[in-house]
């Protein structure tokens, strides 16, 4: 059973979880910390919780990683700076990539606009073909049937 107690008493329990559990409550604090904890069933659950939370952050930080990680770590970017201090790249060859793909940029916009061009000439030449079909016909004085269809319809 709980006894009644005090909800200053438990304010200060909460406001001191973290002083409590370093060890920092002067020793009056600190034994009337634990006689309210004993008679708030509540506060003693919370201390409860903070202190299990708090070990799991313990236990996780005295986890030692692999010493072996770190010195490959080590070998690896060391071995970047030594390539890197090795092969500084030439100007010419900073200057030059940029001017490559520019170039061929150009030309493939040219081949484009030569391709663009001589199917728009094999257009002019397919009309150019028919011109000459119908000067050809009108030569010959051959009557065009265009509504060929409609005539054959329209007669019957």
């Known amino acids: 059973m709980q006894a009644k107690t005090n909800k200053l008493d438990c304010t200060f329990v909460r406001i001191n979880l973290f002083s409590y559990q ?19 069933e509540e506060c ?13 952050i313990d ?7 692999n010493p072996f990680i770190r010195t490959r770590i080590l070998q690896w970017l060391e071995s970047q700076m030594e390539r890197a201090e ?7 060859q900073r200057i030059l990539r940029p001017i490559s793909v520019s ?8 081949i484009g606009f030569s391709l663009v061009k001589q199917r728009h ?11 000459s079909i119908q000067a050809m016909k009108s030569e010959l004085n051959i009557p065009d049937f265009i509504d060929e269809d409609n005539t054959f319809f329209d007669n019957h």
């Not at 002067?26 to 006689?35: G, T």
């Not at 003693?44 to 799991?56: G, P, Y």
């Not at 000439?121 to 011109?131: K, P, R, V």
């Open 22 to 40: 370093e060890q920092l409550l002067s020793a009056k604090e600190r034994i009337e910390f634990e006689d309210h904890l004993h008679s708030c």
């Open 86 to 92: 090795e092969k500084p790249i030439p100007v010419f």
């Open 103 to 110: 170039f061929m940029l150009l030309i493939a916009v040219i």
């Open 59 to 65: 236990k996780k930080k005295s986890i030692e990683t």
């Open 121 to 131: 000439e094999g257009f002019a030449d397919i009309n150019n073909h028919q011109n």
């Open 44 to 56: 003693s659950r919370i201390v409860s919780a903070f202190q299990s939370v708090t070990s799991f």
